[in-house]
T-cell receptor
Framework: DAGVIQSPRHEVTEMGQEVTLRCKPI?????LFWYRQTMMRGLELLIY????????DSGMPEDRFSAKMPNASFSTLKIQPSEPRDSAVYFC????????????FGPGTRLLVL | QKEVEQNSGPLSVPEGAIASLNCTYS??????FFWYRQYSGKSPELIMF????GDKEDGRFTAQLNKASQYVSLLIRDSQPSDSATYLC???????????FGRGTSLIVHP
């Protein structure tokens, strides 16, 4: 299996623009997680899905952020409008179950908002 | 107080020495504890997990858990330059299967 796939790997945009990050989980994994990592705050959970249904979005920082999972093999995280403080590395991870010890992380998307 | 606390470092040790990384957590009901390694520009990867008080060894790595004192540590014996990375502590709070991560400790192993 190719592992979790994220695109784009790098994104540079200007303040106010819409940003869409994409994730393809490992086939057969029922759980999908979106994380954000910054030096100041570390690795934070934004939202997670179970069988395409959002379960906990309490980590989503504000209404500018939205996430969807239209099917088992695709999820998006959208920021509209983007702000410089959104600059971070965004990781997608998947798991076959919550009892699995590890989180299977994708390579991340490095976002820079100017 | 952040739920999972780590010294950001960097912790610098010479090659061959023992590196000791520490983590404290605030929720006494926490049940599961994890150490992830993250190389610069890469994603985190799990290297150890521990559920019970005491020590758990895996090769050069030893995880130590003390629930009464609410800390978990990672020892790396015979440290190698390839161990240079950021080490993230993660804790599943009581009743949750979702890990909360610390900010990580940067480890530098110099030849």
């Amino acid at each position: 299996d190719a592992g979790v796939i994220q695109s784009p790997r790098h994104e540079v945009t200007e303040m106010g623009q819409e940003v869409t990050l994409r994730c393809k989980p490992i086939s057969g994994h029922d759980y999908l997680f979106w994380y954000r990592q910054t030096m100041m705050r570390g690795l934070e959970l934004l939202i997670y899905f179970n069988n395409n249904v959002p379960i906990d979005d309490s980590g989503m920082p504000e209404d500018r952020f939205s996430a969807k999972m239209p099917n088992a093999s695709f999820s998006t995280l959208k920021i509209q409008p983007s702000e410089p403080r959104d600059s971070a590395v965004y990781f997608c991870a998947s798991n076959p179950s919550l009892r699995e010890e590890t989180q299977y992380f994708g390579p991340g998307t490095r976002l820079l908002v100017l | 107080q952040k739920e999972v606390e780590q010294n950001s470092g960097p912790l610098s040790v010479p090659e061959g020495a023992i590196a000791s990384l520490n983590c404290t957590y605030s929720d006494r009901g926490s049940q599961s504890f994890f150490w992830y390694r993250q190389y610069s520009g890469k994603s985190p990867e799990l290297i150890m997990f521990i559920y019970s008080n005491g020590d758990k060894e895996d090769g050069r790595f030893t995880a130590q858990l003390n629930k009464a004192s609410q800390y978990v540590s990672l020892l790396i014996r015979d440290s190698q330059p390839s161990d240079s990375a950021t080490y993230l502590c993660a804790v599943n709070r009581g009743g949750s299967y979702i890990p909360t991560f610390g900010r990580g400790t940067s480890l530098i192993v110099h030849p």
